[in-house]
């Protein structure tokens, strides 16, 4: 019992420290600019992307709002590329858990031309 307590805590340390290290990174206004070069080229590659990949969305996802449908998938995949960034960047593992709330605050801050992205390939 007292072995998984430690275990536990050791996890919960290294959980922290990485996440600290990530916010780190993400305040380092070299990085955070890199960050924002890198969301804006997604979005601009958004609308042929869809074009290409998803001609018949309300079909295949059944789907209500094409729109926030795509909103999420790319704020999702976005996440994901950034996320990938900074774990090249510190050359870390999240082991499984990083809190991404920051890193979907930097999104946040795209999202109008994230949303025209979209209206302009569906549409």
Known sequence: MI??????TKKITTKNKFY????????????RKS???YINRRIKEIPTEIKQTFPNIKQIWK?????????GYYVGKIEEGVLHYLLKATR???GGYVDTFEIRGIIKIHK??????IRIAIN
Do not use: M, P, R, V
């Open 3 to 8: 072995l998984k307590k430690i275990t536990q």
């Open 20 to 31: 600290q290290i990530l916010l780190k990174l993400i305040q380092n206004s070299k990085i």
């Open 35 to 37: 960050l924002d070069q």
């Open 63 to 71: 789907c209500k709002d094409e729109e926030d449908f795509l909103y």
């Open 92 to 94: 870390a593992s999240a």
């Open 112 to 117: 109008i031309q994230l949303q025209e992205a």
